[in-house]
């Protein structure tokens, strides 16, 4: 398989699955994630992850082009999750996975819609969406996925999600 991590930090998830696929392209905002990331992946000699600086807004591929994507503690951190989860869509081959957690707070502190983005703006809050699990499969299902499946360990817990893009 050929797969795709975006927001990879430090490269754990990349590189533990690292001896089950093909090759991972594993991306990052952080070149200090990346350089500890790269560091790990020497150590290891693992040779079929490569790490890039780069957001998944930014990452020009070709449609189709992998069979898994990957999103771990990402989509509710980033400016766009729409536009990130419809370029997941459109870069998955037919058939190919995304696989995600996100953390879902909007069903436990509510009240952070409101003051998580004047902290972000007077600049004490990094950028934080927050939405419930119900609005992240929706999210999910709007840009075309079927959700394979969907758990959560508890309220107000990151929603581990498995969708499909049909084949």
């Known amino acids: 398989m050929d797969v795709l991590e975006f927001g990879c930090g430090t490269g754990t998830t990349a590189l533990i699955h690292a001896p089950y696929v093909k090759q ?3 991306i990052d ?12 992946a020497d150590t290891e000699h693992i040779e079929n992850v490569t790490f890039q600086q780069i957001t998944i807004e930014q990452l020009e591929v070709p449609e189709n082009t992998f069979d898994v ?25 037919p058939g190919g996975i995304f696989v995600s957690s996100t953390v879902c707070i909007g069903e436990t502190i509510a009240f952070f819609k409101i003051i ?12 934080i969406k927050v939405f419930t699990p119900q609005e992240l499969e929706e999210k999910i299902t709007h ?25």
């Open 24 to 26: 991972i392209q594993a």
């Open 29 to 40: 905002i952080s070149s200090k994630t990346l350089a500890i990331a790269q560091r790990k």
């Open 69 to 93: 994507v990957m999103g771990h503690s990402i989509l509710h951190l980033l400016e766009n999750e729409d536009a990130a989860i419809a370029k997941v869509y459109r870069i998955l081959k």
């Open 116 to 127: 998580g983005p004047i902290g972000h703006f007077l600049r004490l809050l990094p950028l």
């Open 143 to 167: 840009a075309g996925f079927a959700i394979d499946h969907q758990w959560q360990p508890g309220k107000g817990k990151s929603v581990f999600v498995v969708a499909k893009k049909p084949a």
